[in-house]
């Protein structure tokens, strides 16, 4: 062991593939809206020829359901459509460009393999209502995927309709009133700990529950004796991220589960932070009963700047007839073997009698939660990358997920206070509590700063529970060389909160990205939501 | 490692770094897990394979289903087989847009950002309200929310919705309302039009004699409807107006091009699928939900909202706002749990739209409605297929078959063609089981209609 500030903090740092140091082009242009590019009579569009009448018979719809004036839609070449967009993603940051330390976002490298897988034709080209007989391929997609994250997690069985993690969680707590109620119980309260992310209890009161809050205790952990206390027959049971949001895991959840379990209620799996265990631990074994996974992250989907994701949910044994209906489901044998390739072509006459798959509806379902099946091409995706990385691919993973953020946590301990200084999981979380009070130099500052090395800003001010907080989440697809960048950069913005006149320097950062600190006050104050609107 | 991994590290590095933390092997970074669960032998699947196999093996998957690539499609439902133009396709897939987190840092996500201001200004134009949200998971989700909204608005729990209404989206609403604790009652419908009368009487007045608890503060209704037919929206809104209740219009995108809007009939709330706009078919989704409102209503509004602003040099910049509404924030004082949005696909809407444009949107509606047209009329002409003829149709219509619908779907395969959804199925209602639903968009031909016709009469003889 060396002192953290070593040399190999540049050792490589020159060979970082992990920093955008470009800035954009012209990059202290701004880019006109699309509304402001519009000139009369410009177009892209064309149709093919159809051979149909060129007109619509006026006797096909009655003239007051007309729309009296046209909607105002922008009229540019396409020339011009395609210079608007590019140069709007000139603007833009991404992981494909460099490092998005983002804490409990999980910005990893999303594969080039599943854009391509999720673009088959025979895949994306799929309209939804295809009856079963014709969507056999889709249907054997869901089962198998079902199967491996119930083996990652440790479940019986999953849902794969809902869209998002958030949307997953609400699932998951209206599984746990379907449970409670189908034994009679009016239970009304769910834990929640002190760290656990803003999503969770929103849920909670969107599940018809109140929340009762958990502390922190002084290693990081939710404090058992506070679970001790408050159980009773009112709890419907407890909702953990495990590790937790200061990335550190629940030593105690066995003890926590036999608590809750002792007292009726159910414990609930936040999948936020499952980057950090797979092959390691599964929810299922540490006495979870729901579990939500977000495939955007962990699975590496990517993220869409805010969407597509999807958040499938999984259930022990006694959750499995309340699943959201419809279900996928294998009839016969055949889909056992995950890797075994099937030849089966489309057939010209489709046999139904010979299904493979089928949609089946839960007993005591408690509905459907999607429009249709779900987000499918992100479940696609997400079943390209297990079969790539396989169950051993997996554990690794999440190994060089954990250790890069310990490489981070011991580089950066000796210049930033780590809120909870021991072996963390996935994440780390450092106060910078210490250089606000010598400088005034607060964490947003920190993080505006670091955008101009090169990096996204990790996640600021949360958790709630610690001061100042920077919550850096590396993730395994970064190198080693990168974290030494980023390291090296936040080490210099240390430094640089030590220079006099500190404060008010850095909050003029950013300067060099396309535009500089934004006015969120104003855009609150004097809300201008489109290019039309008027204001009260 | 001999398979592929897209972890970087060399065998030296990982030993370097744990050195440099301190610790013996990866397996003291785990430590904090108690032994008697963690995972002793590993998972129980096969171990990883190349990108290559994995891709031939998705590939071969994707050959077992009936895709556009060898099915006509005529079947719609809330998902529809629009062309996608290479340039919306080349755009939305640029990996600046794919690869980027949520805008939370706005100084380096200015591309996101301003493309949902344009996408915002865009749905609003197109639905005239002047709130548009960044976009919903789907269609199922935004009217989910709309009525979230509204119930919090009026604070009545009673939420009347038509028949009318997409059978899964009112399924999705149902579900949800089981956490919520809305009431929601459904109004049947006669001859494919909601019969509000079972509620209003003679209009507004049994509503009114009720006591207050039991009037619906939120109606929904939805336009064209389920089964493509053109309800008279402007007397809804005058009797939802009489009994206080907000008003939520499901559209559908593509009609704004004919039809008039949701903004037009005093809509409080407008939300439908975005899917129509630059989205493939997907099987099902990922989508995107559209959400409009009144400005009155901005406070209340799910997910995320983009407003324009200026950076500390005075030029303009565009950032999420309002965020004091939103659960992070909020907790669990917050009226949704709605965290992100669905922005790739509202990228891919706004980028859709501009190609479109004002001319190309108005052609595109025509396009849907004379398809409609000329395939109600020559199906209507064959023997053994009725429907309604008197009712006002946009690009889909419901066709009573002398055989059962499903029957026919697999039959109809068979020849090349996904002929429509069977309503029996979606409806989960046996007296619909003869019934198909089919759908039209600006890609059918003639010559595909006519040999539609043609096959359909030959499968139902």
């Keep these: 062991m060396t002192d953290s500030n070593n040399d190999s903090g540049q050792l490589h740092a020159s060979k970082a593939g992990g920093v955008a140091k470009s800035v954009p082009l012209l990059g202290s242009a701004t880019e006109p809206t699309i509304f402001e590019l519009s000139s009369p009579g410009h177009r892209c569009w064309s149709f093919r020829d159809t051979q149909l009448p060129e007109d619509l018979p006026q006797t096909a719809i009655s003239p007051e359901h007309l729309r009296k004036t046209p909607a105002e839609l922008p009229e540019v070449s396409e020339r011009d459509l395609v210079g608007h967009f590019t140069r709007l993603t000139h603007r833009q940051y991404s992981v494909d460009l460099g490092a998005y330390p983002l804490g409990s976002c999980t910005m990893k490298y999303n594969p080039k393999m599943c854009d391509y897988v999720a673009n088959i034709s025979g895949l994306s080209g799929m309209h939804p209502g295809t009856p079963a007989f014709l969507s056999q391929g889709w249907l054997e997609i869901m089962v198998r995927l079902e199967k491996l994250l119930c083996e990652v997690t440790g479940m019986a069985a999953m849902t794969l309709q809902p869209a998002a993690g958030a949307q997953g969680e609400l699932t998951g707590l209206l599984l746990m009133r379907a449970f409670h ?46 679970v001790r206390s408050m159980i009773g027959p009112h709890i419907a049971g407890i909702m953990l991220t495990n590790p937790n949001t200061l990335g550190i895991f629940e030593e105690e959840i066995v003890e926590i589960a036999r608590l809750v379990h002792e007292c009726g209620g159910l414990l609930y799996y936040d999948g936020a932070n499952f980057n950090a265990i797979m092959g390691k631990v599964r929810p299922g074994d540490m006495g979870f009963d729901i579990v939500h996974l977000n495939l955007h992250k962990t699975f590496a989907t990517p993220h869409g700047g805010g969407g597509p994701g999807a958040g499938p949910v999984g259930v022990s044994s006694r959750l499995v007839d309340f699943l959201p209906g419809p279900r996928p489901i294998e009839l016969g044998n055949g889909a056992n073997e995950v890797l075994e390739h099937s030849n089966m072509d489309i057939s010209n006459e489709p046999v139904t009698t010979s299904l493979r798959f089928d949609w089946s509806w839960p007993e005591r379902s408690i509905g459907r939660v999607h429009s249709w099946h779900g987000n499918s091409l992100v479940l696609a995706r997400a079943l390209a990358y297990i079969l790539y990385n396989g169950s051993d691919g997996l554990k690794h993973v999440s190994e060089m997920a954990v250790l890069n953020a310990n ?82 950069a936040l080490e210099a913005i240390a430094k640089e909160t030590t220079q006099p006149g500190s404060k008010e320097v850095f909050q003029s950062y950013p300067t060099t990205t396309p535009v500089g600190r934004v006015d969120e006050a104003l855009a609150a104050r004097k809300l201008t939501p489109t290019f039309d609107f008027v204001g009260e | ?44 699947f096969a171990r990883g394979i190349s990108e290559t196999d994995v891709y031939e093996f998705m590939s071969q998957l994707s050959k077992q289903n009936g895709s556009t690539d060898n099915l006509i499609c005529f079947a719609g439902g809330g998902a529809y087989d629009h062309d996608i133009p290479f340039a919306t396709r080349s755009l939305a897939s640029r990996s600046e847009f794919v690869t980027a987190y949520t805008p939370y840092q706005p100084e380096v996500s200015q591309g996101v950002l301003q493309a949902i201001f344009e996408f915002q200004t865009l749905i609003s134009r197109l639905v005239e309200l002047p709130i548009t949200n960044a976009s919903l998971y789907d269609g199922a989700s935004a009217l989910v929310e709309a009525v979230n909204l509204s119930v919090a608005q009026t604070g009545k729990q009673n939420v009347l919705i038509s028949k009318g209404v997409n059978p899964y989206w009112r399924q999705v609403v149902k579900t949800f309302s089981k956490g919520t604790g809305h009431n929601i009652v459904e109004a049947d419908l006669i001859r494919g039009t909601t019969n509000w009368s079972q509620f209003t009487g003679e209009g507004a007045e049994s509503f009114v004699q009720k006591d207050n608890e039991d009037i619906p503060g939120t109606v929904v209704v939805s336009y064209p409807n389920y089964f493509g037919v053109l309800e008279d929206i402007d007397e809804v809104r005058r009797w939802s ?24 009939f005093g809509a409080d709330l407008a939300v439908a699928e975005g899917q129509v706009f630059g989205t493939a078919l997907s099987y099902g989704g990922p989508y995107l939900g559209l959400f409009s409102c009144r400005q009155e209503l901005v406070r209340r509004l799910p997910g995320r909202l983009v407003g324009r602003t200026v950076d500390s040099a005075g030029k303009t910049a565009y950032v999420t706002t309002l965020r004091a509404r939103e659960q992070d924030i909020r907790r669990e004082k917050a009226s949704s749990n709605v965290c992100t949005n669905q922005t790739l696909m509202a990228v891919a809407c706004c980028i859709q739209m501009s190609w479109l444009g004002k001319s190309g949107l108005i052609e595109l509606a025509r396009r849907c409605a004379i398809a409609t047209d000329y395939l109600r ?85």
């Design chain 2, 1 to 44: 490692m001999s398979q592929g991994t897209y972890a970087p590290h060399s065998n030296d590095e990982i030993a370097q770094m744990l050195d440099y933390i301190g610790v013996g092997s990866i397996e003291d970074l785990f430590e904090s897990i108690p032994d008697s669960v963690m995972v002793k032998d590993g998972l129980n």
């Design chain 2, 377 to 461: 009329q020559k199906v209507l002409s064959l023997s053994g297929v009725n429907g309604s003829s008197d009712l006002d149709h946009f690009r889909e219509f419901v066709i009573e078959l002398p055989i059962d619908a499903e029957a026919v779907v697999e039959r109809m395969a068979c020849e090349g063609f996904l002929a429509g959804i069977p309503l029996g199925v979606t409806l989960q209602d046996e007296s619909y089981s003869r019934s198909l639903l089919v759908s039209l968009t600006e890609k059918r031909t003639r010559s595909e209609l006519d040999r539609y016709v043609e096959t359909l009469e030959k499968v139902i003889s």
């Design chain 1, 181 to 226: 109620d189908s034994n009679g119980e009016s239970r009304t309260h769910v834990i929640i700990p002190d760290s656990a992310h803003g999503t969770n209890p929103a849920s909670v009161t969107l599940g018809g529950y109140s929340v009762i809050t958990v502390p922190t205790d002084e290693r990081g952990c939710v404090n058992v004796e506070s």
């Design chain 2, 241 to 264: 107006k009489d009994i206080g209740a907000l008003l939520v219009v499901v559209y559908d995108p593509v009609a704004m091009g004919l039809l008039r809007s949701p903004g037009s």
């Design chain 1, 407 to 488: 490489w981070l946590r011991r580089r950066l301990s000796s210049t930033y206070q780590v809120a909870f200084d021991r072996i963390c999981m996935h994440e780390l979380v450092l106060t910078t509590s210490q250089q606000k009070r010598d400088s005034g130099v607060k964490a947003l500052d920190i993080a505006k700063r670091l955008l101009e090395y090169g990096f996204h800003a990790p996640t600021v001010y949360f958790p709630l529970i610690v001061d100042e907080a920077l919550m850096i989440e590396p993730t395994e697809t970064e190198s080693l060389e990168t974290l030494e960048a980023l390291a090296s």
